[in-house]
């Protein structure tokens, strides 16, 4: 992190305090999504739709709507496993990706009452301190401090860092850092807009494919537990 001076930015909280980033690869982000797939591949877990076979013998991948109107009851609890697979996926690549932008981008965090916390890792000690009055309330609270300078430093970051959307804005910040001094200002606050709607629709679709799936595995517990209607 010995760029500091040079490209930086910084995203603000609702409170007023700061957080300072700087720039993570785009590619970097998009790496974590393949090496999650990988992983979920090499546990055969579905996270590619089922399909199915015409007379004609073309193949085609069931949807929703397909594999709730002609689809057996074998093919729509592969639809189901399909969902919740998906689910998973999109919550452990969630995770990893946060992960790796909290604790490669954020530098220094300023409080609403302009109290500086340095964020940076100690490479050669391997040690990251986090506020003492911070760690004193977790500690209490039942937290386990990790080992890891990494894992502390996400752990802080992730309980001070509130909703949604400041997660999203802390993403297209760092990655439109590697932007600065390669396309124009207008250029970058296009690719930011651009970058938070295509965010935001990805997470509408992936909550609305969770919802389905919750609904009709719930409709089916029911059913075998016979407490439907």
């Known amino acids: 992190m010995s760029n500091k001076s040079s490209i930086q930015d910084f995203v603000v909280f609702p409170n007023g305090a700061k957080l300072y980033l700087l720039p993570i690869s785009e590619a970097d982000v998009q790496g974590i999504a393949l090496k999650v797939r990988a992983e979920f591949e090499v ?7 089922p399909t199915y076979t015409t007379d004609a ?9 397909s594999v709730e109107k002609d689809g057996s009851e074998e093919d729509k609890q592969k639809w189901l496993d399909h969902q919740l697979a998906i689910n998973e996926f999109n919550q452990a690549q969630e995770y990893r990706t946060m992960f790796f932008v909290l604790t490669e981008s954020p530098y220094k965090f300023v409080s609403s009452r302009g109290n500086e916390i340095d964020l940076t890792i100690d490479e050669i000690e391997g040690q990251w301190q986090p506020p003492e009055f911070w760690l004193k309330n977790q500690v209490k609270s039942g937290y386990i401090l990790p080992t890891d300078p990494y894992q502390l430093k996400y752990d802080f970051l992730n309980s001070i860092i509130k909703g949604v ?9 760092a990655i439109a850092l590697n932007l600065r001094g390669i396309v124009s200002d207008e250029g970058i606050a296009k690719y930011e807009a651009t970058f938070r709607r295509a965010m935001e629709v990805s997470a509408k679709e992936t909550e609305q494919k969770i919802t389905i799936a919750l609904e009709k595995f719930n409709a089916m517990v029911e059913i075998g537990t016979g407490e439907g209607g």
Request: charged fraction near 50%.
């Open 57 to 65: 013998d073309e193949l085609f991948e069931w949807d929703a709507e």
């Open 43 to 49: 546990q055969d877990k579905p996270i590619s739709p």
């Open 165 to 173: 959307e400041l997660k999203r804005e802390i993403i297209t910040k």
